[in-house]
């Protein structure tokens, strides 16, 4: 895994979850990959193994991880695909509405969204 910053916002279990799913999302985590096990996450990360098991857990539930007995939790074949169906709804739902509310507020126009950004942001 890689470093994380914890943030005082939301609790450590869900952003150890939000992160493996970032994982798996960017693709550094893929179907059949093995999480590494709830104690070295707990020490790699000075956590209560308690915290990693209940983030473990939950991706389990969300049936994104599965766990084969004696040999740890390993992502599934069908975690991808849930998660970009899930992060693309999530986007148009939640995200895409402000951002659209945005470029309507600034009056921007197809034509300037789709011009590449040079020197910096210059124009």
């Known amino acids: 895994m890689t470093p994380i910053q914890w943030s005082e916002g939301a609790p450590i279990y869900r952003q150890l979850k939000e992160r493996v799913i970032a994982m798996m999302l ?3 985590l893929k179907p059949g ?3 590494p096990s709830v104690r070295q996450v707990a020490a790699e990360y000075q956590l209560n193994p308690i915290t990693v098991s209940r983030a473990y857990q939950e ?3 969300e049936a994104l991880v ?4 004696g040999l740890g939790m390993f992502v599934t074949d069908e975690a991808s695909k849930k998660l970009l169906a899930n992060e693309r709804e999530r986007f148009l739902t939640e995200e895409w509405p402000q951002v659209l509310e945005r470029i309507q507020r600034l009056g921007l126009a197809t034509e300037d969204l789709l ?3 040079r020197n910096g942001g210059a124009k």
């Open 59 to 61: 991706l389990a539930d």
């Open 115 to 117: 011009k590449p950004v």
């Open 66 to 69: 599965e766990k084969r007995r």
């Open 26 to 28: 960017d693709g550094l």
């Open 33 to 35: 990959d093995a999480l």
